[in-house]
Antibody, heavy 121, light 109 residues
Framework: EVQLVQSGAEVKKPGESLKISCKGSAYSFATYWIGWVRHLPGKGLEWMGIIFPGDSDTRYSPSFQGQVSMSVDKSINTAYLQWGSLKASDSAIYYC??????????????WGQGTMVSVSS | DIVLTQSPGTLSLSPGERATLSCRASQTVSGNYLAWYQRKPGQAPRLLIYGASRRATGIPDRFSGSGSGTDFSLTISRLEPEDFAVYYCHQYGSSPPGTFGQGTKVEIK
C-alpha cells in the first residue's frame, strides 16, 4: 500500500531538541517532493517547507527558515523534521505529505497520519 | 508570498443544500495551481481538487472547483453528512513556498 507513516507523539520540554520522521512505502520515494505542514490547535494549516529526496533540495517558508531543519535518508525512504531548541509555541500536529506528481511540486495527494508534538515545562 | 483569504469563516447549512466556498489570492496564482483539501477532526487532510478544477482520484462528483487568477471557489452540490468538515485552499504556484488559506468550516445547521 502506498503510504507515509510518521513517528509517534512526542512530549518535550522547552529548549530540548527533536527529530520526527516520515517513512514512505510502495512508491519511488526519491522522485516525489515531500512537504511538511503544521496544524496549530484551533488554527489552520501552515506550509513549512518541502524537500526533494533525490538530491535533498530543500525550500523553506520564510516563517520557518532557521526555525526547523528538513532532511532525508533516501536509503531508508525516510524524511525528517528537526528542531534544535523547542519552544512552547512549537506545540502542534505536524504532517508530512507527498506532492502529487513525480519530480514536481504539486498538490499533496498522500499524507502521513500526523505527529503530535507537545512542548511544556 | 501569496496570501490566501477564505470566506466565509463558517458556513452553516443542512444536508442536501449547496455549499460554495471562496478562496481569494493576494496575487495571481500562476498556472492556476490551486488545490482544495478537506480535513476532519483527528484525520489528515484529504486532497479534493487540484489545478483549480480537477477532481482528485476517488472524489465524488458533487465536489467541483472553479476559478482562475486570484479568485477560486469550491462547490459541494448537495451536502452529505460526511461533508461537514473544514476546507482549506492551497496554492502551490510555480515555485515554493506554498501557502494555505485559513480554512472554512462547514457545519450542520
Amino acid at each position: 500500500e502506498v503510504q507515509l507513516v510518521q513517528s509517534g507523539a512526542e512530549v518535550k520540554k522547552p529548549g530540548e531538541s527533536l527529530k520526527i520522521s516520515c517513512k514512505g512505502s510502495a512508491y519511488s520515494f526519491a522522485t516525489y517532493w515531500i512537504g511538511w505542514v503544521r496544524h496549530l490547535p484551533g488554527k489552520g494549516l501552515e506550509w513549512m517547507g518541502i524537500i526533494f529526496p533525490g538530491d535533498s533540495d530543500t525550500r523553506y517558508s520564510p516563517s520557518f527558515q532557521g526555525q526547523v531543519s528538513m532532511s532525508v535518508d533516501k536509503s531508508i525512504n525516510t524524511a525528517y523534521l528537526q528542531w534544535g531548541s523547542l519552544k512552547a509555541s512549537d506545540s502542534a500536529i505536524y504532517y508530512c505529505a507527498r506532492a502529487r506528481v513525480s519530480s514536481s511540486w504539486d498538490a499533496f495527494d498522500l499524507w502521513g497520519q500526523g505527529t503530535m508534538v507537545s512542548v511544556s515545562s | 508570498d501569496i496570501v490566501l483569504t477564505q470566506s466565509p469563516g463558517t458556513l452553516s447549512l443542512s444536508p442536501g443544500e449547496r455549499a460554495t466556498l471562496s478562496c481569494r489570492a493576494s496575487q495571481t496564482v500562476s498556472g492556476n495551481y490551486l488545490a482544495w483539501y478537506q480535513r476532519k477532526p483527528g484525520q489528515a487532510p484529504r486532497l479534493l481538487i487540484y489545478g483549480a478544477s480537477r477532481r482528485a482520484t476517488g472524489i465524488p462528483d458533487r465536489f467541483s472547483g472553479s476559478g482562475s487568477g486570484t479568485d477560486f471557489s469550491l462547490t459541494i452540490s448537495r451536502l452529505e453528512p460526511e461533508d461537514f468538515a473544514v476546507y482549506y485552499c492551497h496554492q502551490y504556484g510555480s515555485s515554493p513556498p506554498g501557502t494555505f488559506g485559513q480554512g472554512t468550516k462547514v457545519e450542520i445547521k
